[in-house]
């Protein structure tokens, strides 16, 4: 059973459109996390929600917004992509942040 | 916030031999210090943890050591096999809800 899972694993698109990438966590963990891992790999948190409360908000420009409708999904919408946005997004969940965390198999965002 | 550095940047080693990897942090009140793994392609692991009341823990071939005053901490692979070849990221946190500041990792070759 897969314990964090993302879609889409790969996602290429225009600058300028809009595109959210959803997560999953079946372990029942609190608190989930968006991190993004540039082509330099380094893994940078972005956002927290703990129990569908945002916890952690990094600087992070507002056109990327997270949402999690429940405390198992944590989904971010990006508006208006930019080329820096190009990266790997990973989704991640703990029981106790920041605690072992578990990580999805990662979005590989392109933007042209 | 926590800063946390790590080297070295790049590794290559002979099978067989052990590998160190090195990281210090800047907040004195992080208690908290997870290894991760990260093959190509692939998603961050976890390996090991620390905490601050411990000063050195192993798991088979891994260990890690913990040195508070001097705020670092040290990976320390033996007998190291061609699967241990992967990015190896540090990390450090306060705990209780804060949240984990990465190291830059180490690219970690082992060469037959």
């Known amino acids: 059973d897969t314990a964090v899972s993302q879609t889409p694993k790969y996602l290429v698109t225009q600058m300028g459109n809009d595109k959210s990438i959803k997560c999953e966590q079946n372990?029942?963990?609190?608190?989930m996390y968006w991190y993004k891992q540039d082509s330099k790999k380094f893994l940078k948190i972005m956002f927290s929600y703990n129990n569908k409360e945002l916890i952690i908000n990094e600087t992070v420009p507002n056109r990327f917004s997270p949402k999690s409708p429940d405390k198992a999904h944590l989904n971010l919408h990006i508006n208006s992509l930019e080329l820096g946005d190009s990266a790997v997004y990973f989704c991640a969940s703990s029981q106790d942040p920041p605690e072992t965390q578990y990580f999805g198999p990662g979005t590989r965002l392109l933007v042209l | 916030g926590e800063n946390v550095e790590q080297h070295p940047s790049t590794l290559s080693v002979q099978e067989g031999d052990s590998a160190v990897i090195k990281c210090t942090y800047s907040d004195s009140a992080s208690n908290y210090f997870p290894w991760y793994k990260q093959e190509l392609g692939k998603r961050p692991q976890l390996i090991i943890d620390?905490?601050?009341?411990?000063g050195e823990k192993k798991d088979q071939r891994i260990a890690v050591t913990l040195n508070k005053t001097a705020k670092h901490f040290s990976l320390h692979i033996t007998e190291t096999q061609p699967e241990d070849s992967a990015v190896y990221f540090c990390?450090?946190?306060?705990?209780?809800?804060?949240?984990?500041?990465f190291g830059t990792g180490t690219q970690l070759k082992v060469e037959l």
């Open positions: 990390a450090a946190s306060r705990g209780g809800g804060n949240k984990l500041t």
């Open positions: 372990l029942g963990h609190d608190t």
């Open positions: 620390i905490r601050s009341n411990v």
